[in-house]
Structures are given as C-alpha cells and as structure tokens.
C-alpha cells in the first residue's frame, strides 16, 4: 500500500495526465440475452435482489471481511466513485478487490454507523440488448464528521460460482457511487439566503471566512451554497456590474443545451425561457443579477487585485484589492479562484507575415457582430474554427451578408439537438426534478446512433466525427479539449452542405498574405476579415493564477525572489505549488477542480460549465464549511494494492 502521494520535485505536474480515450475508457460489459427472466422481473423482485446484495455487503463491512467484501462486486469490471462521503476526497477506485480494501480503511476512518439501507425501490433498466442492470439508491451515517450520506448502486447479472444450483443467477455490484447529502455541523438551509449581505461599497478592510475571486455563475454559485451552510464570503468581480462576463461576449451567443440544464442552485429561470427555448447571454446575464440581488450576496465588482499573500502561520490570506472606491485590504480564511477556465488568454496560433495583411483580425473573444464589420467595409470574412462559436460565427456573418468561409483545421466532434435535448441526455432535466437528474448523470449514454446524417457536410470538405467514431466522447471534449465539438443547431450544418458558406477542411493557416491567409497545403483564401475561433491558452490555472493574484503588479506584488520569510506565499509561490488543473488524472476525476491541493493549504478552485458547477459546488461548499470549522478531516490519497497482492 502506498501510504502518500510522493513527487520527486516541485517542477513536477501533479496530478499526472491522463488519456481519457486512451486510459480510461473500458468497453462496456455485454450480458448474454436471455440471462434475465425479463417477465418475471417485477419492481419488487428488483428490490428484491438490491436488499440480498446489500445485506451480503453490510455482513462484510460489519465482520471486516475483505475477501467477502471483494465477491459482492462485479468480478470483470467495477467501480467505486466516493465524493467525500468516505474518503473526503473525489476518487474513483476500480477492481473488486482495490475498492474493497479502500472501503475497508475509509468506512473506520469516518466511523461508518449501521451500513447500507435501500432507499427506495430498486430498477431494472432495460440499457442495451446486452445490458440490463438494477439500479438503486441507498443511504447510510458517518460518524467522523457526522453526515447523512447517501449513494448509487448498478448490478449486474451473473451466474453463480461453481458449487451453487445449476443456472442460479447472482447480482454483483458494477458501479458503486458515495456522497454527502447534508452535515450534521449544518444541513443545507435555503433560508439563511435570505439573511442580509453587507454593506461593502466603502469598506476599507474586509475580514471574511472565504474570499472568492470572480462573480461569474461559478462564483455567485459557490457563494450561494456557503451561504447556505452559514459561510459568509465575499466575492471580488473584474467587471463593472455582475452578468458583464456575458454581455462582453458576442452578441449573438446563445446556449446549445435545455434551459433545465443550465438552472442554478435556489432559483429557476423563468418558464417563457425553458425548452424549446436556448438562452442568450442577455437571459444568462439578468438571471445573474437577479441571483445575486435575491439572495443578498457581497460582490464587489470592477475590483482589481494588486497583491496577494497566504501567511502560513496565521493560515489567512491577505489580498489588497483597488476598486473604484479607493483600496481594500480583504483577510480572509479560505481563498477560491472561480475566474474561469479556457476563457480568459485567447489563444492565436503562430503566423508568418503578419504585417502583409491589410484586413481586420479579431479573436472570438473581442468579436461583437458581423454587422460592425460591415460597417466597416468587410464583404467576405474566414473564420477559423469549427467548434460551437465559430458555427455560431459563420451563421451571424452569413445572415449580414458577408461571403463565409470555414476553415475547419482538424475533425469535430458534431452531436445532434436532438440528441442532447433527449430524455435520456440533457433532455432528461425537463422531466424530472434537477437534483434526481444530477445524480443520474454519474454515466453516460450510449444509446445514439448517428448512421449517415452527416454524409452531405463531408462531401463539402468538413471534417466530421460522429458517434461512430473513437473521439466520440463528449467527455473528453468538455474536461480534457475544454472544446471542439458543435451541438448541431441545424442552421450551421445545412449552410455548409448546402455550400452557402464554403469549406477549407484539414490545412492549417500557416501566414498571412497581404488580402488574406496562406495554407499547409500552400493554397490561399482572399478575406477582409479573418475571425480566430482557436479557444483559450488558459486550460491550467498554473499558466494565469499569478496575474490574477496580482504577481505582475510590481509596486505590491510579493514573490518567492523578493521575500526572505518562508512562511509567506506570493503569487509565483502560489503558481509553482498548485495541482494541474483541467484534463483527468489516473482515476479519471477532473485534475485541480472543487478539491485540496496537495501542497497548497486554504485554496480551491471551482470550473467547468453550469450543470458542473451546480453539481460540484455543493461538494466544495461542504468541504469550506468543514475547513472553517476545523474539522475538516484528511484526505484519503492513498491507493490500496489489490488483495492478492498483500
């Protein structure tokens, strides 16, 4: 067993970097037809079994009997994802006999009380011809913290080992997940939202338990959830009303998935903005100041942050802070960075000749309408790119009459409307409760088949990935790609194969000319406009947190160069000893996000998109309260060898 994660420097990236397609994926496991009495399966039965599988499970924990413990699992293909409940930790653990001896340590480390209850009845869920599984929840008590947990359990059908009657069939546990439904210390109450916020306009010095910096959905989120909990917190936003991190994007920015999907802890858009209906950044935006109004929560925007310090014998931060007030000295506990991930540093691949061009060039970033170009003169525009803005880009300038060109440089990943607003999907939000279809969304679907609908947009030179293909994992897009793939509104798609807007597929833009670009391939193509739709450098918060931080400010900043006491952390200290973040480690989590860092103490980060967000940040929230209070515990970072390695 190893006892602790080791790094050989602090030069190393922690956690390492994972291939999602490459390390992670496992093909799933395919259940001979007729192995289920599909008729005889009623939902009592199903219960049935869950009640079978769970008291063999709670006689194992209860005798610590590895071994058994081992056998209640899917002998082939398992796994255990616990979100704090045992580990206060997000960890995924896989093999029977690892998850077994991982649960063996973390259930007397919390002081697990009673075992395993069915809550509610179980399901049998008709997956795939191949795939039938028992689906059901269940609830237990931890003693260290004291919390009511609740989590996930998916069976699958076997037959019986060697020894058992002829054709007995056996339920093993596939997937097992855990978390924290609420804190004895404090259960979430949506009451305390309504307290009064402070009064923070011409405060000079602000002593809080958490500074958050951004007042974007994640921040204005996660300030919500610690309200909730009774965490008072201070949000520090870079723009001068809150919702401007929308309203500085294009005009004609509009989301790509149901409403439902995208609701925010507490307080629902309204019904005239649910499905069929895709909110705009206007409705993102007043939905945030109606939030944050609603709730009473302290922002302080157009803030600039000229220094930062962590004092380690203290264990406080101290962030000075210019506003158009005047100066603020905020001390806070803990610190969280919910500035925003892949959005901030644009990113503009290298190019030769840049002083031949004569035309405008504009990132997706500063990009506003296609009607202001125009106005400008513009009468034909390349935009490079092909992921969800650049379509949403090429349509605008395509409506104001521009002559449009893609230049798609490699494949993206195109996933259907149809298939996201499906019930199974995202569509699953518009007809059930949020937080039901949060805890559902553990897996993925793999039920959609997109045969030959892009057929068209291939002959016209677009380089396509459907969902036959190996990269067909929306995952992979989201938390390792931070992009690359386009939710096919319909208008995009049917421009290209109808060759109203042209295609420069697979090349690469190599150098400007003096009326446009130049190619890999060494072709050309004329424009007055080149729009670069090539995403954000961002992707690891160790490549901007010292900006942010204020390192670059030389008359305040503090650094690891300029300060002779070990016990004070500047942004640079701050940077060097932060975990990666974005893409997945070993264990498939997200690398960075809504947990500790190794070496860092008091600092958290929160990101991804809103559905992410809402999910994550109750987690994050939970564990803020605990680190104010104290008592958060440890975390469970070690990985147990497999029993027959012991």
Same mark, same amino acid.
């Not at 049917?494 to 890999?520: D, H, M, N």
């Given at each position: 067993?190893?006892?602790?994660?080791?790094?050989?420097?602090?030069?190393?990236?922690?956690?390492?970097?994972?291939?999602?397609?490459?390390?992670?994926?496992?093909?799933?496991?395919?259940?001979?037809?007729?192995?289920?009495?599909?008729?005889?399966?009623?939902?009592?039965?199903?219960?049935?079994?869950?009640?079978?599988?769970?008291?063999?499970?709670?006689?194992?924990?209860?005798?610590?009997?590895?071994?058994?413990?081992?056998?209640?699992?899917?002998?082939?293909?398992?796994?255990?994802?616990?979100?704090?409940?045992?580990?206060?930790?997000?960890?995924?653990?896989?093999? @029977?006999?690892?998850?077994?001896?991982?649960?063996?340590?973390?259930?007397?480390?919390?002081?697990?009380?009673?075992?395993?209850?069915?809550?509610?009845?179980?399901?049998?869920?008709?997956?795939?011809?191949?795939?039938?599984?028992?689906?059901?929840?269940?609830?237990?008590?931890?003693?260290?913290?004291?919390?009511?947990?609740?989590?996930?359990?998916?069976?699958?059908?076997?037959?019986?080992?060697?020894?058992?009657?002829?054709?007995?069939?056996?339920?093993?546990?596939?997937?097992?997940?855990?978390?924290?439904?609420?804190?004895?210390?404090?259960?979430?109450?949506?009451?305390?939202?309504?307290?009064?916020?402070?009064?923070?306009?011409?405060?000079?010095?602000?002593?809080?338990?958490?500074?958050?910096?951004?007042?974007?959905?994640?921040?204005?989120?996660?300030?919500?959830?610690?309200?909730?909990?009774?965490?008072?917190?201070?949000?520090?936003?870079?723009?001068?009303?809150?919702?401007?991190?929308?309203?500085? &994007?294009?005009?004609?920015?509009?989301?790509?998935?149901?409403?439902?999907?995208?609701?925010?802890?507490?307080?629902?858009?309204?019904?005239?903005?649910?499905?069929?209906?895709?909110?705009? *950044?206007?409705?993102?935006?007043?939905?945030?100041?109606?939030?944050?109004?609603?709730?009473?929560?302290?922002?302080?925007?157009?803030? &600039? %942050?000229?220094?930062?310090?962590?004092?380690?014998?203290?264990?406080?931060?101290?962030?000075?802070?210019?506003? @158009?007030?005047?100066?603020?000295?905020?001390?806070?506990?803990?610190?969280?960075?919910?500035?925003?991930?892949?959005?901030?540093?644009?990113?503009? @691949?290298?190019?030769?000749?840049?002083?031949?061009?004569?035309?405008? *060039?504009?990132?997706?970033?500063?990009?506003?309408?296609?009607?202001?170009?125009?106005?400008?003169?513009?009468?034909?525009?390349?935009?490079?790119?092909?992921?969800?803005?650049?379509?949403?880009?090429?349509?605008?300038?395509?409506?104001?009459?521009?002559?449009?060109?893609?230049?798609?440089?490699?494949?993206?990943?195109?996933? @259907?409307?149809?298939?996201?607003?499906?019930?199974?999907?995202?569509?699953?939000?518009?007809?059930?409760?949020?937080?039901?279809?949060?805890?559902?969304?553990?897996?993925?679907?793999?039920?959609?088949?997109?045969?030959?609908?892009?057929?068209?947009?291939?002959?016209?030179?677009?380089?396509?990935?459907?969902?036959?293909?190996?990269?067909?994992?929306?995952?992979?897009?989201?938390?390792? &790609?931070?992009?690359?793939?386009?939710?096919?509104?319909?208008?995009?798609?049917?421009?290209?194969?109808?060759?109203?807007?042209?295609?420069?597929?697979?090349?690469?833009?190599?150098?400007?000319?003096?009326?446009?670009?130049?190619?890999?391939?060494?072709?050309?193509?004329?424009?007055?406009?080149?729009?670069?739709?090539?995403?954000?450098?961002?992707?690891?918060?160790?490549?901007? %947190?010292?900006?942010?931080?204020?390192?670059?400010?030389?008359?305040?900043?503090?650094?690891?160069?300029?300060?002779?006491?070990?016990?004070?952390?500047?942004?640079?200290?701050?940077?060097?000893?932060?975990?990666?973040?974005?893409?997945?480690?070993?264990?498939?989590?997200?690398?960075?996000?809504?947990?500790?860092?190794?070496?860092?103490?008091?600092?958290?980060?929160?990101?991804?998109?809103?559905?992410?967000?809402?999910?994550?940040? &109750?987690?994050?929230?939970?564990?803020?309260?605990?680190?104010?209070?104290?008592?958060?515990?440890?975390?469970?970072?070690?990985?147990?060898?497999?029993?027959?390695?012991?």
């Amino acid at each position: 067993m190893s006892p602790s994660v080791k790094i050989s420097s602090f030069h190393e990236e922690y956690p390492p970097k994972a291939d999602l397609r490459k390390e992670l994926c496992r093909p799933l496991p395919a259940i001979a037809p007729g192995t289920v009495d599909l008729d005889a399966m009623s939902e009592g039965e199903a219960s049935n079994h869950a009640l079978a599988v769970l008291d063999s499970f709670n006689a194992a924990v209860e005798t610590g009997d590895a071994r058994k413990l081992e056998t209640c699992f899917f002998a082939d293909q398992a796994f255990w994802r616990d979100m704090l409940a045992l580990t206060y930790h997000l960890r995924t653990f896989t093999s @029977p006999s690892v998850i077994s001896s991982a649960f063996m340590k973390t259930k007397s480390l919390r002081g697990l009380k009673g075992g395993f209850a069915l809550d509610g009845p179980a399901k049998l869920i008709l997956a795939t011809p191949v795939l039938q599984f028992i689906d059901c929840r269940v609830s237990f008590r931890t003693s260290f913290p004291a919390a009511t947990c609740s989590g996930g359990v998916i069976l699958l059908p076997t037959k019986a080992e060697r020894g058992a009657s002829d054709g007995t069939l056996e339920w093993k546990i596939w997937i097992l997940t855990t978390w924290v439904e609420n804190l004895d210390l404090q259960a979430e109450d949506e009451t305390l939202l309504q307290s009064p916020g402070r009064k923070l306009n011409d405060a000079e010095m602000i002593d809080t338990d958490v500074l958050i910096i951004g007042g974007g959905n994640a921040g204005i989120t996660l300030a919500a959830r610690l309200k909730a909990l009774g965490v008072e917190s201070v949000m520090l936003e870079k723009n001068a009303q809150v919702g401007d991190n929308w309203m500085t &994007r294009y005009d004609c920015l509009r989301f790509h998935i149901p409403t439902a999907s995208c609701e925010m802890p507490y307080l629902r858009y309204g019904k005239d903005l649910q499905t069929p209906h895709l909110l705009s *950044r206007e409705d993102i935006s007043r939905h945030l100041k109606r939030y944050v109004e609603a709730f009473n929560l302290n922002i302080i925007t157009s803030a &600039r %942050i000229l220094s930062t310090v962590y004092d380690k014998a203290s264990k406080k931060w101290i962030v000075h802070v210019r506003t @158009p007030n005047g100066g603020v000295k905020a001390i806070c506990k803990q610190l969280v960075q919910a500035t925003g991930f892949s959005s901030s540093k644009p990113y503009t @691949p290298p190019m030769s000749d840049s002083h031949l061009y004569k035309g405008i *060039r504009v990132h997706s970033a500063r990009y506003k309408n296609a009607k202001l170009l125009k106005e400008q003169g513009a009468k034909a525009v390349i935009v490079v790119g092909s992921a969800n803005t650049a379509f949403d880009i090429i349509e605008d300038c395509y409506d104001a009459g521009l002559k449009t060109t893609m230049n798609a440089r490699s494949q993206t990943y195109l996933l @259907p409307i149809e298939y996201v607003q499906d019930k199974r999907v995202l569509g699953a939000y518009d007809h059930m409760p949020i937080d039901v279809a949060d805890k559902m969304f553990m897996t993925m679907p793999t039920s959609v088949d997109a045969h030959d609908r892009y057929q068209a947009l291939a002959t016209a030179g677009f380089p396509v990935i459907d969902s036959r293909h190996q990269d067909a994992i929306l995952q992979h897009h989201l938390l390792e &790609r931070g992009g690359g793939h386009y939710v096919d509104m319909g208008q995009g798609v049917s421009l290209i194969s109808e060759g109203k807007v042209a295609v420069k597929g697979g090349v690469e833009p190599v150098a400007y000319t003096e009326t446009g670009l130049r190619f890999s391939d060494g072709s050309t193509v004329d424009a007055d406009v080149v729009v670069w739709c090539t995403g954000f450098a961002d992707h690891d918060a160790r490549a901007s %947190i010292a900006d942010i931080l204020g390192g670059n400010h030389d008359a305040t900043s503090t650094t690891s160069t300029s300060n002779t006491d070990e016990n004070i952390l500047g942004p640079q200290d701050v940077a060097a000893l932060m975990d990666a973040t974005m893409g997945l480690d070993i264990e498939g989590e997200v690398r960075g996000w809504w947990k500790r860092q190794l070496r860092l103490d008091n600092y958290w980060i929160i990101g991804g998109h809103i559905q992410l967000q809402r999910w994550w940040s &109750r987690v994050l929230a939970q564990q803020i309260k605990l680190a104010v209070e104290g008592i958060l515990p440890p975390a469970y970072r070690e990985t147990p060898e497999p029993l027959e390695n012991v």
